[in-house]
């Protein structure tokens, strides 16, 4: 008995046959493989986060200390962020995963349970040159504050810790909100070097894809593809979060 006709199952047959011999891609091929390219979006998407989130934990109390101008503390602030934004962040992802290796007294210690594992290696990276980056951006946000804000909290009685708590910096905070949406863009293409360190992130997942099936650019394409996807969400949401916090600054009737 001869089956009946599948309309579907020959219409995904089509798609598929265009998709390998007249499309300029085969995005059948990439499709298939979704979970490689969203295991990597997700792990691309957690570096980003923890470098933003543990870099700016670093990164305040620094420039809070930068802006003051403690002596000593001040120079060893601006010597660390010298030293981690003169130099590449794939440098220093490569002296934490290989170099500390090297030493016995790290192997032995607690923290080798972190540093032997490369995903880590590249987070802490990560929160490290990101937290050099957002030291100046949180500086400048502090020097960008009204000196008559300042001279206000002193007439009504704040001491210098309760003015900084409740008006300095949420108002220094504010005004970096576009250097931060760049510093997230800017670590977002950086990530891509996760994957010298055999993590898979977004590129990974690419080359990967691209090395599994002998593929010259499919796999960079799709990585582009999601790329663009993140950068696009990622200025929309600090677009709206800058609207919603700057928005007493707006004049009436906007």
């Not at 798609?15 to 990439?30: C, Y």
């Not at 210098?160 to 108002?171: N, V």
């Not at 250097?179 to 997942?205: C, K, P, Q, R, Y």
Request: proline fraction near 5%; hydrophobic fraction near 55%.
């Amino acid at each position: 008995m001869t089956p009946a006709p599948d309309p579907i199952a020959d219409i995904l047959a089509a798609i598929k046959t265009f998709s390998e011999t007249s499309a300029p891609i085969d995005f059948v091929l990439i499709l298939s493989h979704w979970d490689i390219f969203l295991q990597g979006m997700l792990n691309t998407v957690a570096l980003v986060l923890i470098g933003l989130g543990f870099g700016a934990v670093i990164a305040l109390p620094m420039a809070i200390a930068r802006w003051q101008g403690t002596p000593v503390v001040s120079s060893l602030v601006g010597a660390f962020v010298y030293v981690f934004r003169g130099t590449p962040m794939l440098v220093q992802a490569y002296l934490i995963y290989y170099g500390l290796a090297q030493f016995e007294a790290v192997r032995d210690s607690i923290f080798w349970t972190v540093l032997r594992e490369p995903w880590w290696c590249v987070a802490i990276a990560f929160a490290i040159n990101s937290a050099a980056y957002q030291v100046e951006i949180y500086r400048g946000g502090l020097d960008a504050v009204p000196r008559g804000e300042i001279e206000a909290t002193i007439a009504i009685g704040m001491t210098r810790t309760m003015a900084l708590r409740h008006l300095i910096l949420p108002s220094a905070l504010r005004r970096c909100l576009p250097m931060i949406a760049n510093e997230s863009l800017f670590l977002l293409h950086g990530s891509a070097i996760a994957s010298m360190l055999t993590v898979i992130d977004i590129l990974g997942a690419g080359r990967k894809l691209n090395a599994q099936y002998y593929l010259a650019y499919e796999g960079f394409l799709a990585a582009t593809l999601i790329y663009m996807v993140l950068v696009w969400g990622i200025t929309r949401i600090l677009a709206l979060v800058e609207r919603r916090t700057m928005r007493h600054l707006q004049p009436l009737g906007t």
